[in-house]
């Protein structure tokens, strides 16, 4: 099934493989999936004859068949695909699916975003965020009243057939339930008291047990792990500038397939909503490749004053955006920040935390100022201008919470820009990159400055 184009194509759709309709009729693109891309063309106010649809296997697969087995399939077809995209250089190039956009963009660019030899930065879980210490605390003592349970009813069983034994020599005749009972319960107390002293010794050695298993096991050598595949959901809308057949440098931008629309939307969208917004995010993704081509950049530009050690410098800034924001009258703010115990992450996280950083920006600038560096009077004048300017944020709730937890006073209106995004696009991913690359052409990134182990100096470039 070879590709379908205009003499001078707008831009270039590159799915993964044919179907049964594009079989019978020869044509790429017409059948249910077709059907999807063609609405979403018309969407952007174009028609499937002014672009370019190309497959990146030629051959239909077999039903069901191995994720490997397709990769392989697209790696064949590699080289006429690349000689077809070659006839028209430059061209942004929208894929549909993992498999097209693996065999398009580059593996070392797929690598930067996630390298395979680096450990993945799991996300804590609220659970587990809570409170290690304790948690591994807790875990002890119900191991440690489990154990001593157990000694003791040994302890109180040995010792009432050592009673019974005894009064059986002495008297020849077996004693009443009562008076073993009150025999037992003289002593009883400090059985229990052995009994827990003894369980807390086992309980000890069992974790130091461990403890040293799991220091000789990471002293192990370990087996390389293979290089785990970009998932499609973790890049779509992402833009990338890559050469992907020798004719220079093109923008590539990865979105859903089709296909995992109509079997009810991507991984990244949850809800009632998800065919829907993974419908609204394709369209997305095409109106910006439309844009690229229509020679609009939409690249993301950002020119972030940062300043976190100096403070006459931090001071300058702030001033410089406080003049801006008084002559727009708004202001967007959004808080990074810290609890004294990291591990005492609870419900009332806004009441406990302090700011590190606080970010403000205009339509003019944008700062990123470390709090502790600014002097008092600084937080006065900001005080003076929320309630002169509008101020939007981005986590309002949280943010506006935090504030007058750090004695400001908050009345004035003020726009959430995460709960705009929730309004207008439920169910959908609201993470920075995803929220950025909706709307924004941006390279796909790895980590963001929101785990309490890092610091300014790790954060990526």
């Known amino acids: 099934m070879f590709s379908e184009y205009p003499e001078n194509p707008a831009f ?33 106010g174009r028609h499937r004859s002014e672009v370019m649809l190309a497959n990146c296997c030629l051959c239909m697969p077999i039903q069901d068949v191995d994720v490997a087995l397709r990769e392989k399939a697209a790696a064949c077809c590699k080289p006429r695909l690349q000689a077809e995209l070659a006839q028209f250089p430059g061209k942004p190039v929208l894929t549909l699916g993992a498999v097209a956009a693996r065999a398009l963009i580059p593996q070392e660019n797929l690598d930067a975003i996630d ?3 680096t450990a993945k930065a799991v996300r804590k879980s609220q659970k587990h965020r809570q409170q290690p210490v304790l948690k591994h605390a807790a875990q002890r003592r119900k191991a ?12 109180l069983a040995y010792r009432r057939t050592q009673i019974v034994t005894e009064l059986k020599v002495k008297f020849r005749k077996r004693p009443d339930e009562a008076y073993i009972q009150r025999e037992i319960s003289r002593g009883q107390a400090k059985m229990a008291i052995k009994a827990r002293e003894d369980a807390i010794a086992a309980v000890d ?11 000789v096991d990471k002293a192990k050598p370990k087996k390389s792990k293979k290089p785990k595949l970009v998932k499609i959901t973790d890049i779509c ?40 917004m993974a419908y609204v995010n394709l369209c997305w993704d095409a109106l910006k490749v439309d844009s690229l081509a229509r020679g609009k950049d939409i ?23 406080y003049r801006s924001a008084l002559a727009e009258k708004a202001v967007t703010i959004d808080l990074e920040t810290y609890v004294d115990d990291p591990d005492r992450h609870h419900a009332l996280m806004a009441y406990m935390a302090k700011p590190s950083v606080i970010g403000l920006a205009t339509s003019e600038m944008s700062v990123s100022l470390g709090w502790q560096i600014l002097p008092s009077w600084c937080f006065s004048l900001l005080q003076q201008l929320l ?75």
């Open 12 to 44: 270039i759709i590159v799915a993964e493989s044919p179907g049964h309709n594009e079989i019978r009729q020869g044509r790429p693109l017409i059948g249910a999936s077709g059907q999807v891309v063609e609405k979403m063309l018309a969407k952007i």
């Open 115 to 117: 390298p395979p030899d």
């Open 144 to 155: 440690i009243d489990k154990e001593s349970q157990k000694r003791l009813k040994k302890m």
């Open 205 to 215: 050695l069992k974790i130091r047990e461990r403890e040293v298993k799991k220091l």
């Open 237 to 276: 809308g992402t833009l990338f500038d890559v050469d992907i057949d020798g004719s220079g440098v093109r923008p590539v931008i990865p979105g859903i397939h089709p296909a995992a629309l109509l079997h009810g939307g991507g991984a990244s969208i949850g809800g009632s909503h998800t065919p829907d």
């Open 299 to 321: 690249r993301l530009k950002l020119n972030i004053l940062i300043e976190w050690e100096n403070q006459a410098r931090a001071v300058d800034l702030f001033l410089a955006i």
């Open 387 to 461: 309630g002169i300017v509008r101020a939007n944020f981005h986590n309002k709730l949280y943010d506006v919470t935090v504030l007058r937890a750090n004695g400001f006073i908050i009345d004035s209106e003020a726009d959430c820009t995460l709960l705009m995004h929730h309004a207008a696009f439920p169910g959908n991913t609201h993470n920075l990159q995803a929220v950025t690359a909706q709307f924004y052409g941006v390279k796909a990134w790895k980590s963001t400055y929101r785990n309490q182990d890092e610091t300014p100096k790790k954060l990526p470039n």
